[in-house]
Nanobody
Framework: QVQLVASGGGLVQAGGSLRLSCAAS????????MGWFRQAPGKDREFVAT????????YYSDSVKGRFTISRDNAKNTVYLQMNSLRSEDTAVYYC?????????????????WGQGTQVIVSS
């Protein structure tokens, strides 16, 4: 298992930016891919972005493509989610997760370790 701690959430105006961080510890060798998911009030958890920790290849949901950027710093065992041009629809609790698979998984079932989540509120 990988222990994950998400941080960086907060309140921001529409059109603004936030950067989320996810620090990993424990059996980090199992975190071959890292991803971000989010859950808005009254909605199901949805995929946001993922990155291969080996190749750096990224994959995004259509709803955030072009606005969000996922990146990783392997030396720090940390992944980031840079969120630009934020919209009120981006308001959600954001969760980071680790998957013991190669590539860029987007199914929640492929992720076996999850962080506690960090709240993002975008005001209009």
């Amino acid at each position: 298992q990988v222990q994950l701690v998400a941080s960086g959430g907060g309140l921001v105006q529409a059109g603004g930016s936030l950067r989320l961080s996810c620090a990993a510890s424990g059996r980090t060798s199992l975190g071959l891919a890292m991803g971000w998911f989010r859950q808005a009030p009254g909605k199901d958890r949805e995929f946001v972005a993922t990155i291969s920790m080996n190749s750096g290849k990224q994959y995004y949901s259509d709803s955030v493509k072009g606005r969000f950027t996922i990146s990783r710093d392997n030396a720090k065992n940390t992944v980031y989610l840079q969120m630009n041009s934020l919209r009120s629809e981006d308001t959600a609790v954001y969760y980071c997760a680790a998957a013991p698979v190669y590539g860029t998984p987007f199914r929640a079932s492929e992720y076996r370790s999850w962080g506690q989540g960090t709240q993002v509120i975008v005001s209009s």
